[in-house]
């Protein structure tokens, strides 16, 4: 913003003629701004009502500075110019103008009152919380999990069975929709910067912000308090689909659980899944070999007491705090880049085999910890009472991931 | 700080009131301390007598007859120089404005 | 904090340059631009900053007195006569202070040191009780990492055991120095700064039993 | 040196030298333990000293050398983000980086440095021979370096702090911090905020009671001022975070509960408690560079200071209204509307007495005669460089704006534009306008131009792209940014993110050449003349470097800008009045020295301060990894104590060697000591 100004309003000396060159470039490139492509998280590019609201007045701000700014150096460059010692007399001594200081305080002073009113008015206005879509956001070392309240209505879709995902926020469109976000362990922040600002998540308090999307489409977010090792690896995204496709995913996300078919490679990964996986992540309705529901207990192996559920997987495009691709590159700009109308369908066949990429999964099921920096050295646990933050290496064999990404393939 | 605005005019203002020490006798002392004992007392009768939502206030108001009691007097503030006053008060306002209004966002403002 | 018990500022701008614009100079005893002691003002400046300290403390306590998550809370453990006879014994203490500051500023040495004494008997006496109440609440099973409201409480009323301590130290040192004639600088002005630490100590006191003791969590 | 006594031939016009305040103290050998340390010469001379200049220059040195340590950890987080997914550093490293790297320079570099500034040129400037209560001065200064030191040996026990400066609780607990970085942080900030306090109170006496005759607080120098803002805000915001610190450090060496959320905490006691006291830290940081430029605009502008009351009032408002704002860091905490309203309103209040001041200093250069000294080439580029950072922190300032912009580079634009824009370039402009005073050599000119081009280049080149990358969604604190996010076209984060690197090299030059030219004017024989610039206020007033004593006699102040007013008068001519020099420099400091005065009391050496200092990283150290050892550092400190009590105010004559017959009173030290 304002950098600009200083570039071109500063000049002196030998560099005068580069640097109004790159001031003049960032002028217009801030002209550009809402050209910037594929910038998924550009501020400047708001896709909903609050953030919106925001755009508006952060505009207003970065123009009123930006002009001050502008004055501010005009008035000292002249004063450079004009003043500089060229053997002239040494002024008179005078002390100053109390009519022009009184002036130049009563000034800024307007200024800001122009500023300050929109400003506090829309703090009240983005804290409305009338919503019949409410979702529970819960951050945790180093993902988020999302608990779609069951009972709530989005979009005109009931959510008649609790849905728990991690990582994407999936929300139907041009739907204002009221997260309640709180934390497990330390502070997180939850943004998507083209929905709406920031909100702490803050463990034993319960915050909301409210979403809204004006069409569908993928928004990526990440973040933004620091939480640790792995706060650079925590991102996330909401997705907005139309009502009929957010229709479609809730059906997909509340659908019973479908085994895999009896001796597939796939079969035995479930059995893996109950002996390797399952005791902290969910798999829902999954059943042991003798019939009981096999429920995972994550709060005894992982300090926040959370691991994502895994029902679902396959609904998803990225994992481990929204960090690793699921798809190709191809399928993931594909993905991001479809244009409304046909984002839905391409979003809900979930990860293809055509799309699905599996070294990444590989890797993470190798050696979680040496993909995503994690407390996980079994060495070093004795201040968690041996509990892991995030998810340790658990030494699988070549064979026991081949059939674990077989079942995980299913699980969509 | 305006009390200190010219340094000659200060010196003589606090050489006067230094020189001067209106120190008051044992005596004063001694019935100001009377009157401490006094409040204690009342102070420490709310917990036998229930006084219901007076409590706090009545509370509050001795607490500040007994605080300034001993600053003014036992301290000499009262007789000392302005200056010492000032700086104590600007260090003792700025902890009651600032530590009230971060207690409020706690309880009032917070929803 | 112990400068306080020695004249520290042979620097002051003491010497009397050429004075022909009628400044008017005070002589010996007021070498400074205000004519106010440098370590007096040096300690009402301490005192100031001070009280950011305990509100700091007190406004901690005061969000957390009502959080004992199941274990003993204020209303369970404080004894309010123990704590209203100690909070009685440290006000007297001030008395006792004021007394010895008179007899300083009177140059008797004899009733300054009995004074001082008595002041830091009185301290000392008001430390014990803490200890005693202390060990009463450990015994209730209110450890200092028992709940908020413990580490809270136990954080502030330390804080100003430790400040009474440190007090009732320096008296005794105050007394003893006094009494070996090995104070160098203005007597009284010395016991007057020791007193103004500890009358502020007791103003803290005054203000932690109010809101601590005595208003109903 | 004690005391000393000018030989009897100077001119009268002294006041009668019996009339002289009686010794303060009338120090006796038996008093204390030991003699006072008398030496003056040799290290003794400096590890003893608790003069005002030694220390100044002692804390201005180890302060220098910690700015190139946290810009050596900058650059290398500006390495690691060069380039998307970079594996320079490990996330662990990275983390302990910025942290140390923020902690380094606001800690170890900016305060101490504008503390050098202060010790050294407060006294001279409100004319005293030294500040109030010198060994506590000293005790200020190594409290400082052993804190320094304590927090630094982190790195090779276990770990530096990765908590982020700001320290959020409960991140900042065991469970999530098992590391003794944060306690090392915790400890090193307790011991080093007590260096800040000691030197707060020190100083305001300093200002209020040792100014010399006739320098009433409005004839004060405007450094002198904004100093005095500065350490009224230390005053009463150092026991904060003291609180908060003891709180965290109670948590993590005692299991006390404050930020245990299992057990009800509440994260936002940390924070209020922490941004209470870090919001004043920030002008904390900004106000000296303020005073510095006060000095420096006017000057080599030729002219006062315009609205000299202005500024000083602002100055004043700046430190007051800076007590109500500090929410503006938590707009995104979920404070509730209500309280996001009001500090968000109150915050943009502080933009009118800033606003008051950068108008000032541009109506300073109006209708002046310019000199473009590197000095007032810094001075200029603080003027810009802080405006385009203060009207950033006022955008900021609204709260909807702010929970875009929070935690994002943006944020980390505007805090280095007014820190690196307005402090440190405000402390260049007191290096080279002062290093004459402070060690009667000019630093190189030319050096010095290179030097703050490529700084301001620098620092433009560095920062000014943040504000992109902020607005594009670059989160701060941040290892590594992801390729897949850094998006196309003119905002693309890995072009802006390669230009920031770029620029903190370019800054890099700049500062090894200042470090260059302090070599190569230390080699020079050159001697710097007595005024050199023109200058207009006391510290000018006396030899480059100043004597031991500062003033021959204390000059008596007749206005603002005494000295300035003592070299030129005006004069009528036909066509008007002019300003002609009267006096030289020369000619003022001989009549100076002509009517010296006689006894002059200087405070003696002490062992007692740097004794004291000493015990208190040894107790932290204690803390950390063995009780036993802090009661060895208890110990070290009652000693401390007791010594400190117990010493004479002022050396024995019997600490010196006795005089040699005839040579007048003697400088030599005994033999002990
Ligand atoms: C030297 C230090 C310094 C200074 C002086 C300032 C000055 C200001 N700061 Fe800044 N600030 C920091 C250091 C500083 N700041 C730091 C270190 C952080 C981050 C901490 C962290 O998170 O790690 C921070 C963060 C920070 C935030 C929180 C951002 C966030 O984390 O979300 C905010 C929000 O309001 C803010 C606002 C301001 C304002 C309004 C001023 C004002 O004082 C500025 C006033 C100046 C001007 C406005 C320019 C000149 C005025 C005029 C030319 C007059 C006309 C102007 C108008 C009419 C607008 N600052
Ligand atoms: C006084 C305060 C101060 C100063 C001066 C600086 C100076 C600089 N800072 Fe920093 N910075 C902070 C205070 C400061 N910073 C704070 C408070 C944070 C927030 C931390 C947090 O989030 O917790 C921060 C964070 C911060 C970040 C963000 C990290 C992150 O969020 O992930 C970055 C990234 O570019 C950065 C860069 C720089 C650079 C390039 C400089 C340059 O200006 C530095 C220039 C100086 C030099 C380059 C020194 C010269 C060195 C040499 C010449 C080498 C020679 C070496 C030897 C001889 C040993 N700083
Ligand atoms: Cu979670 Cu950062
Ligand atoms: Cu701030």
Redesign the pocket.
Known sequence: MEQSEAMVSTREGQFAGRRRLVGLAAGVGLVLAGCAKNAPQDTFQPAGSNAREIDGLQRELFYVSGIVGLIVFAAILYAIIKFKDRGQDIPEQSHGNPKLEILLTILPAIILAVVAVPSVAAVFKLDKKDNDCVINVTGQQWWWEYDYVQGSTCGGVEITKSIVTSGELVIPAHTDVLLRITSRDVIHSYWIPRLNGKRDAVPGRLHTLRMQADQAGIYTGQCTE?CGLSHARMRQAAVALEAADFQTWVTNQTADYVAPEADTLAATGEATFVAQCSRCHQVNDLLSPDGTPVLAEPDLYVVSGAAPNLSKLMTRTAFAGWTFDLISAECRDKLWNAPPDEFGALYLQGVTPECFDEANLRTWLRNAPAMKPMYADPTKLASTGGKTRGMPNLNLTEDQIDELIAYMLERK | MSAVTDTTHDAEHAAEAHDGHHTPSDRHFIIIAGWLALLTALETSTYWIDLGSFATPLLLIMMTIKFFMIILVFMHLKYDSKLFSVMFYIGLGLAILVYSVFLATFQFFAR | MADITIHEGAAAPADHGHDDHGHDDHGGAHVTSTGLSNNKLAMWLFLGSECLLFGGLISTYMLYRGRHGGGPGPAQVFDIPLTSVSSFVLLMSSLTMVLAVNSAKRLDDRNTRLWLMATALLGALFVGGQVYEFTAFYQEGLGFTTSLFSSSFFTLTGFHGVHVTLGVVMLIALAAIIGRGRISGDKAEVVEMVGLYWHFVDVVWVVIFTLVYLIPA | MAIIERPATVPAFVGDASASPPALVTPTAALGAFKRPVSTTGWKSWVFTVDHKKLGLMYGAVSLFF??????E??L??LQ?AAPDNTVLSADL?NQM??M??TT??FL??MPMAAAFANYFLPLQVGARDVAFPRINALGFWLFLFGGIFLNTSWVLGGAADG???MYSPNSSPLFSPSHGIDFWVLGLQITGIASLVGAINLIVTIINMRAPGMSLMRMPVFAWMQLVTQFLLLFAMPVITVALFLLSFQRNFGAAFFDVEKGADPLLWQHLFWIFGHPEVYI?ILPSFGIISEVLPTFSRKPLFGYKFVVFSGAAIGTVGWGVWAHHMFASGLGPVSVAVFSAATMLVAIPTGVKICNWTLTLWGGKLWFTTAMNFAIGVIVLFTIGGLSGVTHASAPADTQQTDT?HI?AH??YV??GG??MGLFAGFYYWWPKMFGKLLSERLGKWNFWLMFF??NL??AP?HILGMQGQP????VWPKKLTGEGFFNLGFWNQV?TV???T???G??IF?INIFVTAKKVEKAPLDPWDARTLEWMTASPPKEHNFDSIPTVHALDEFFHRKYEEVDTEDGPRLVRVKSAEQILAEEEAAGDAHIHLPSPSYWPIVLAFSLPVIAYGVIFNLMLSVVGAGIMILGLFGWVLEPSVADDSDYDPPAEGSGPSKELASIG
């Open positions: 620091f | 700015f190139l340590v946290g810009g050596l900058a650059l987080i500006r983000l990275y910025f942290t790297h923020a320079m606001v570099f900016v982020g400066w700001f940081i580079y980390v805090f280095h820190i690196v402090a440190v620098g620092v560095t920062f943040m701060r604190r941040m290892v920031a620029g903190s090299f800054i890099a030059l500062v090894l470090v």
